[in-house]
Protein backbone atom coordinates (compact mmCIF):
# COMPACT_ATOMS: atom_id res chain seq x y z
CA UNK A 1 0.00 0.00 0.00
CA UNK A 2 1.58 3.45 -0.72
CA UNK A 3 0.77 6.74 -2.44
CA UNK A 4 0.97 7.05 -6.48
CA UNK A 5 -0.78 9.29 -9.13
CA UNK A 6 -2.43 8.15 -12.09
CA UNK A 7 0.37 9.00 -14.34
CA UNK A 8 3.55 9.02 -11.80
CA UNK A 9 5.66 6.01 -11.33
CA UNK A 10 7.08 2.97 -13.09
CA UNK A 11 3.17 1.78 -12.98
CA UNK A 12 1.85 5.09 -14.78
CA UNK A 13 -1.48 4.64 -16.92
CA UNK A 14 0.03 6.08 -19.81
CA UNK A 15 2.15 3.88 -22.09
CA UNK A 16 5.67 3.31 -21.13
CA UNK A 17 8.59 1.03 -23.18
CA UNK A 18 8.28 -2.03 -23.77
CA UNK A 19 11.33 -3.99 -23.55
CA UNK A 20 9.41 -7.54 -22.71
CA UNK A 21 10.26 -9.59 -19.65
CA UNK A 22 13.70 -11.12 -19.65
CA UNK A 23 13.00 -15.09 -18.45
CA UNK A 24 16.49 -15.96 -18.35
CA UNK A 25 17.42 -13.05 -16.32
CA UNK A 26 14.39 -14.25 -13.86
CA UNK A 27 15.47 -17.93 -13.47
CA UNK A 28 18.44 -16.74 -12.83
CA UNK A 29 17.49 -14.20 -9.73
CA UNK A 30 14.82 -16.96 -8.74
CA UNK A 31 18.40 -19.55 -8.27
CA UNK A 32 20.23 -16.97 -6.27
CA UNK A 33 16.91 -16.65 -3.89
CA UNK A 34 16.28 -20.15 -3.37
CA UNK A 35 20.28 -20.52 -2.73
CA UNK A 36 19.97 -17.56 -0.46
CA UNK A 37 17.15 -19.06 1.86
CA UNK A 38 19.10 -22.56 2.36
CA UNK A 39 16.78 -24.30 -0.01
CA UNK A 40 18.64 -26.60 -2.83
CA UNK A 41 17.54 -25.75 -6.95
CA UNK A 42 18.93 -29.12 -7.88
CA UNK A 43 16.08 -31.14 -5.54
CA UNK A 44 12.98 -32.69 -7.70
CA UNK A 45 10.51 -29.92 -6.39
CA UNK A 46 12.55 -27.29 -7.60
CA UNK A 47 14.04 -28.36 -10.35
CA UNK A 48 10.99 -26.49 -12.64
CA UNK A 49 10.31 -23.98 -10.38
CA UNK A 50 13.22 -20.79 -12.13
CA UNK A 51 11.12 -21.47 -15.40
CA UNK A 52 8.01 -21.82 -14.02
CA UNK A 53 8.29 -18.16 -12.38
CA UNK A 54 9.34 -16.73 -15.06
CA UNK A 55 6.80 -17.54 -17.48
CA UNK A 56 4.08 -16.59 -14.17
CA UNK A 57 5.85 -12.79 -14.04
CA UNK A 58 5.50 -12.98 -17.97
CA UNK A 59 2.38 -13.58 -17.59
CA UNK A 60 0.92 -11.16 -14.35
CA UNK A 61 3.23 -8.21 -16.03
CA UNK A 62 2.02 -8.32 -19.28
CA UNK A 63 0.38 -4.95 -18.60
CA UNK A 64 3.59 -3.04 -18.35
CA UNK A 65 4.16 -1.15 -21.47
CA UNK A 66 0.38 -1.22 -22.96
CA UNK A 67 -1.28 1.34 -23.69
CA UNK A 68 -4.68 1.71 -21.73
CA UNK A 69 -6.09 4.49 -23.52
CA UNK A 70 -6.21 2.14 -26.98
CA UNK A 71 -8.96 0.07 -25.30
CA UNK A 72 -10.69 3.94 -25.10
CA UNK A 73 -10.48 4.85 -28.38
CA UNK A 74 -12.75 2.80 -29.81
CA UNK A 75 -16.43 3.84 -29.02
CA UNK A 76 -19.75 4.39 -29.96
CA UNK A 77 -21.12 8.09 -30.31
CA UNK A 78 -24.57 7.50 -28.31
CA UNK A 79 -27.26 10.24 -26.73
CA UNK A 80 -27.06 8.12 -23.56
CA UNK A 81 -26.15 10.41 -20.56
CA UNK A 82 -26.82 8.27 -17.26
CA UNK A 83 -24.98 6.16 -15.20
CA UNK A 84 -23.11 3.14 -16.62
CA UNK A 85 -21.49 0.60 -13.86
CA UNK A 86 -20.05 -2.42 -14.40
CA UNK A 87 -20.11 -4.37 -11.33
CA UNK A 88 -17.80 -6.91 -9.49
CA UNK A 89 -14.74 -7.12 -12.41
CA UNK A 90 -12.37 -9.41 -10.63
CA UNK A 91 -9.12 -8.43 -10.46
CA UNK A 92 -5.85 -9.80 -9.29
CA UNK A 93 -2.60 -7.76 -8.86
CA UNK A 94 1.06 -7.69 -7.33
CA UNK A 95 1.90 -5.22 -4.57
CA UNK A 96 4.71 -3.49 -5.72
CA UNK A 97 6.24 -3.22 -2.12
CA UNK A 98 6.50 -7.29 -1.58
CA UNK A 99 5.18 -8.51 -4.48
CA UNK A 100 2.86 -10.55 -2.98
CA UNK A 101 -0.63 -10.70 -4.40
CA UNK A 102 -3.82 -8.68 -3.67
CA UNK A 103 -7.15 -9.89 -4.72
CA UNK A 104 -10.86 -8.40 -5.18
CA UNK A 105 -13.23 -6.93 -7.26
CA UNK A 106 -13.62 -3.60 -8.97
CA UNK A 107 -16.66 -2.00 -9.14
CA UNK A 108 -16.46 1.13 -12.15
CA UNK A 109 -19.39 3.71 -13.44
CA UNK A 110 -18.95 6.41 -16.00
CA UNK A 111 -21.40 8.78 -17.17
CA UNK A 112 -21.39 9.16 -20.79
CA UNK A 113 -21.25 12.53 -22.30
CA UNK A 114 -22.19 11.34 -25.56
CA UNK A 115 -19.87 8.66 -26.21
CA UNK A 116 -19.81 5.27 -24.41
CA UNK A 117 -17.64 2.00 -24.73
CA UNK A 118 -18.07 -1.41 -24.99
CA UNK A 119 -18.28 -2.74 -21.54
CA UNK A 120 -15.82 -5.42 -22.06
CA UNK A 121 -13.34 -2.81 -22.81
CA UNK A 122 -13.96 -1.31 -19.22
CA UNK A 123 -12.53 -5.13 -17.83
CA UNK A 124 -9.89 -4.94 -19.57
CA UNK A 125 -8.83 -1.69 -18.71
CA UNK A 126 -9.05 -2.96 -14.88
CA UNK A 127 -6.76 -6.25 -16.05
CA UNK A 128 -4.55 -4.25 -18.34
CA UNK A 129 -3.76 -1.95 -15.19
CA UNK A 130 -3.80 -4.64 -12.93
CA UNK A 131 -1.03 -6.71 -14.82
CA UNK A 132 1.62 -4.38 -13.32
CA UNK A 133 3.27 -3.63 -10.14
CA UNK A 134 1.01 -1.51 -8.33
CA UNK A 135 -0.72 -0.17 -4.85
CA UNK A 136 -4.79 -0.04 -4.75
CA UNK A 137 -4.44 3.53 -4.19
CA UNK A 138 -3.21 4.12 -7.90
CA UNK A 139 -4.66 1.56 -9.33
CA UNK A 140 -8.34 2.99 -8.34
CA UNK A 141 -7.26 6.42 -9.50
CA UNK A 142 -5.52 5.53 -12.93
CA UNK A 143 -8.84 3.76 -13.84
CA UNK A 144 -11.00 6.59 -12.61
CA UNK A 145 -8.77 8.96 -14.65
CA UNK A 146 -8.58 7.33 -17.38
CA UNK A 147 -12.37 6.80 -18.21
CA UNK A 148 -12.73 10.78 -17.86
CA UNK A 149 -10.19 11.65 -20.02
CA UNK A 150 -10.73 8.38 -23.04
CA UNK A 151 -14.45 9.15 -22.96
CA UNK A 152 -14.57 12.99 -22.20
CA UNK A 153 -17.20 11.45 -19.54
CA UNK A 154 -19.12 13.73 -17.30
CA UNK A 155 -17.52 11.55 -14.40
CA UNK A 156 -16.48 8.64 -13.02
CA UNK A 157 -16.42 6.29 -10.24
CA UNK A 158 -14.28 3.66 -9.04
CA UNK A 159 -14.44 1.11 -5.70
CA UNK A 160 -12.40 -1.51 -5.56
CA UNK A 161 -12.26 -3.87 -2.67
CA UNK A 162 -9.46 -6.08 -2.00
CA UNK A 163 -7.99 -8.61 0.30
CA UNK A 164 -3.79 -8.24 0.37
CA UNK A 165 -1.49 -10.78 1.29
CA UNK A 166 1.06 -8.71 2.36
CA UNK A 167 -1.30 -8.87 5.40
CA UNK A 168 -2.49 -11.68 5.47
CA UNK A 169 0.00 -14.11 5.78
CA UNK A 170 2.88 -11.84 6.59
CA UNK A 171 3.37 -8.71 8.99
CA UNK A 172 0.39 -8.31 10.80
CA UNK A 173 -1.22 -11.35 9.61
CA UNK A 174 -4.55 -10.41 9.81
CA UNK A 175 -6.68 -12.78 6.98
CA UNK A 176 -9.63 -11.38 6.67
CA UNK A 177 -8.61 -7.93 6.51
CA UNK A 178 -9.83 -6.08 3.13
CA UNK A 179 -9.02 -2.81 1.68
CA UNK A 180 -11.19 -0.32 -0.09
CA UNK A 181 -10.29 2.50 -2.39
CA UNK A 182 -12.79 4.88 -3.97
CA UNK A 183 -12.30 7.50 -6.53
CA UNK A 184 -14.84 10.05 -7.83
CA UNK A 185 -14.28 12.13 -10.59
CA UNK A 186 -16.80 14.92 -12.20
CA UNK A 187 -20.09 14.67 -11.52
CA UNK A 188 -20.01 11.81 -8.81
CA UNK A 189 -17.53 14.35 -6.80
CA UNK A 190 -19.21 17.40 -7.44
CA UNK A 191 -22.54 15.94 -6.84
CA UNK A 192 -23.70 14.02 -3.86
CA UNK A 193 -26.68 12.54 -4.98
CA UNK A 194 -24.55 11.14 -7.97
CA UNK A 195 -22.26 9.40 -5.78
CA UNK A 196 -25.20 8.13 -3.42
CA UNK A 197 -26.74 6.57 -6.46
CA UNK A 198 -23.79 4.91 -7.20
CA UNK A 199 -22.96 3.37 -3.75
CA UNK A 200 -26.99 2.46 -3.28
CA UNK A 201 -26.83 0.46 -6.42
CA UNK A 202 -23.54 -1.29 -5.27
CA UNK A 203 -25.34 -2.06 -2.16
CA UNK A 204 -23.33 0.13 -0.37
CA UNK A 205 -24.01 3.00 2.52
CA UNK A 206 -23.76 6.97 0.94
CA UNK A 207 -22.55 8.34 4.10
Known amino acids: MGKGNARGDGAAAGKVARRGVDKDAIQQAVLTILRAIGEDPEREGLLGTPRRIAKMYEELFSGIGEDPMALLTVGFEEKHKE?????????????????????????????????????????????????????????????????????????????????????????????????????????FRENPSTRAEFLSLLGRPAG
Open 83 to 187: MVIVKDIPLASLCEHHLLPFHGVAHVAYIPNGRIVGISKIARLVEMLAHRPQVQERLTSQIADLLMEGLRARGAAVVIDAEHFCMTMRGVKKPGSRVVTSANRGI
